[in-house]
């Protein structure tokens, strides 16, 4: 009903409003369970790796965690869609942490990557935002997301504070486990705290919002769009992309941009928008050559950046700016942009935005 909108147009785009609260509760919520350094029925001191398993959004969450983890604690961590992780043999002995990450805790390929890690002998965590969901019964250990009900079927808020939650891991990983000292883990930490600020300035008072609106009116008729990142930000290109298919029905593709020169270089011309994500971090020149490549050849581009980047500024047709955080955080704000991107794109074409065809909110069965 409208009452439950809360005045907005869509679910998702109130739930793309919501995530300053909801990351911002899940930090409070998890603030014990992470300083306190222990998750129950998991010994951290005999994790020698860790499996991400997950689908869909919260697999790109499970991307950016390999980053935090490795980053941040130093356990090698590789990350697996889960229906393909269920019919592989993975190779798993009793120190691996297996990590599973879903929204609803239903997904059918997630809990039988689940059970067949379990059935290998590894301990399981996972990453949820519903409680008393399978996954969390299944489960032997549990760090919930505090999104609150995500209604839209595309993800917003539950892969915000699914990051939230894997940045708040790996600091207690790292910890634990000697790599970061405390201050460094306070330090971290803060910066965390940071962001729901962030994001709220960035929805309500620069209003950039009303920036992203106007490219989307530039651009909803196209036809496919590439999604570029590198480092942390390459996975939220491939979520990016993800947003757009999932409800505009437009072709589009994530991809590194280093890669680029392997494939998707040889599609761009003046009709093919490249939507970057250019923001402070140890690859921003990399990704300004990336852009310099895709101007040479005509794209059209669309950055995300920093204000005060000059050559993201003057390469790009179209720039949003986002505060600047921490690069490791970096992908929580970035993010929000590229969801409202897909929204508004999606409500011009008159697409229903909160239930796009084919797809569910909860995947239950194969
Ligand atoms: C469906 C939803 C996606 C979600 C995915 C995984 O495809 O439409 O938004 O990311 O399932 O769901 P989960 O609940 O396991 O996170």
Known sequence: SQAEKAGYKHFMLKEINEQPRAISDTVSGNYKLITDGKLDGIDLNKIRRIQIVACGTSYHAGLVGKFYIENFSNIPTEVDYASEYRYRNPVLTEDTLVVSITQSGETADTLAAMRLAKEKGAKVLTVCNVIGSTATREADSVIYTYAGPEISVASTKAFTTQLTVLFMLSLLLGRERGVLDSSEFDRRLKLLMEVPGKIESFL???????????????????????????????????????????????????????????????????????????????????IVSNIEEVKARKGKVISVTNPGIKEVYELSDYVINVPEVDEFLSPIVNVVPLQLFAYYIADFLGYDVDQPRNLAKSVTVE
């Open 204 to 286: 309500n008072v620069e209003r950039e919002e009303e920036v992203v609106k106007k490219i989307a009116l530039e651009f909803y008729r196209s036809k496919d769009a590439l999604y570029l990142g590198r480092h942390v930000n390459y996975p939220i290109a491939l979520e990016g992309a993800l947003k757009l298919k999932e409800i505009s029905y437009i072709h589009a593709e994530g991809y590194p941009a280093g890669e680029m020169k392997h494939g998707p270089i040889a599609l761009i011309d003046e009709n093919v928008p490249s939507v970057f994500v250019a923001t402070e971090g140890k690859v921003l020149e990399k």
